[in-house]
């Protein structure tokens, strides 16, 4: 799989969407909890414009289909979607 190039923000407006909250945390991490399915995500602190690590976005994918959140395809489709609007822009 190749480096899509999506940007923090990007990732973090799925898991907005998808009912995910931010978990006020100590140290240099970002953690995200899914009140419904218990689904946890931690990241490092990336500030909005960095580009999100390829073991981080197949480690996200992971967890939102263990947890039943979001297949695989669809998670593909939405940042295909995403980058085509920034490219655009």
């Given at each position: 799989?190749?480096?899509?190039?999506?940007?923090?923000?990007?990732?973090?407006?799925?898991?907005?969407?998808?009912?995910?909250?931010?978990?006020?945390?100590?140290?240099?991490?970002?953690?995200?909890?899914?009140?419904?399915?218990?689904?946890?995500?931690?990241?490092?602190?990336?500030?909005?414009?960095?580009?999100?690590?390829?073991?981080?976005?197949?480690?996200?994918?992971?967890?939102?289909?263990?947890?039943?959140?979001m297949d695989e395809m669809t998670y593909e489709n939405w940042f295909d979607t995403k980058i085509k609007i920034y490219q655009n822009q």
């Amino acid at each position: 799989m190749k480096n899509k190039n999506i940007i923090y923000n990007q990732l973090e407006e799925l898991l907005f969407s998808l009912g995910f909250i931010p978990v006020e945390t100590k140290g240099n991490h970002k953690v995200y909890s899914h009140p419904n399915s218990k689904a946890l995500i931690l990241l490092p602190n990336y500030q909005s414009t960095d580009r999100l690590n390829l073991v981080h976005y197949l480690a996200i994918r992971r967890t939102l289909k263990e947890y039943d959140l979001m297949d695989e395809m669809t998670y593909e489709n939405w940042f295909d979607t995403k980058i085509k609007i920034y490219q655009n822009q």
